[in-house]
């Protein structure tokens, strides 16, 4: 299978865009004196995370899809930490981002050779 389903484009470009606004809207945290802490650091670094997974999944890189629905999974963890509410949000949204990216077309997609990643 050498075109890329529509599953991964969708989900890819939803985290790409979502990361970008996110860093964006709380760049405040990344300037100083706040710059340096280690929990804005690490919440960068969890964004940059979800990012780089995107763009390595629209390049065929199976590493990445897997690491995506590990990183969506925490997302849901810490947010059932926060409250119940914003918890069952981001398991709904791991739920689909699952069913999207563990269909046996895209499975198939990911097993094949990176170089034909369209």
């Not at 690490?42 to 899809?65: E, F, S």
């Amino acid at each position: 299978m050498n075109k890329r389903p529509y599953e991964v484009t969708v989900v890819s470009w939803i985290l790409i865009v979502v990361g970008v606004a996110s860093i964006a809207m709380n760049a405040s945290a990344l300037l100083p004196p706040q710059a340096f802490q280690a929990g804005n650091l690490a919440i960068l670094g969890v964004r940059l995370l979800g990012i780089l997974c995107a763009i390595y999944m629209l390049r065929r890189r199976n590493w990445a899809r897997w690491t995506a629905l590990a990183w969506i999974a925490f997302h849901a963890v810490i947010g059932f930490l926060n409250s119940v509410g914003q918890g069952i949000i981001h398991a709904l949204i791991f739920g689909l981002i699952g069913l999207a990216l563990l269909r046996s077309d895209v499975g198939a997609w990911f097993r094949g050779r990176p170089a034909d990643a369209v």
